[in-house]
Nanobody, 117 residues
Framework: QVQLVESGGGLVPPGGSLRLSCAASVSQFSDYTVGWYRQRPGNGRELVGSITPDWQIYYDDSVKGRFTISRNNAENTVTLQMSLLKREDTAVYYC???????????WGQGTQVAVSS
């Protein structure tokens, strides 16, 4: 059973920073593509950024230059460093991991990020 547990959400003013972390209870974590999605109010879930097992990194255009995704395979964690936050970054952020063999998708419970003055 794969479990993903996020932490680090909260309320931050525009221009501020937050760091989200996700701890994964899974064997062979280094074989998974991991990343972060978000769901903004009234919208569907969208990919923010991801890292493949061979360290290919993807960012949505809306966060390029402001967000940094990283992974630590020794600790089974994936982190999203968010800077220069905007009101439109307000969303529930979900950690995501995809099984490398069967393609199953695993999700965390979500953590709320609110950008407001």
């Amino acid at each position: 059973q794969v479990q993903l547990v996020e932490s680090g959400g909260g309320l931050v003013p525009p221009g501020g920073s937050l760091r989200l972390s996700c701890a994964a209870s899974v064997s062979q974590f280094s074989d998974y593509t991991v990343g972060w999605y978000r769901q903004r109010p009234g919208n569907g879930r969208e990919l923010v950024g991801s890292i493949t097992p061979d360290w290919q990194i993807y960012y949505d255009d809306s966060v390029k230059g402001r967000f940094t995704i990283s992974r630590n395979n020794a600790e089974n964690t994936v982190t999203l460093q968010m800077s220069l936050l905007k009101r439109e970054d307000t969303a529930v952020y979900y950690c995501h991991a995809q099984d490398p063999v069967l393609g199953y998708e695993h999700w965390g419970q979500g953590t709320q990020v609110a950008v407001s003055s």
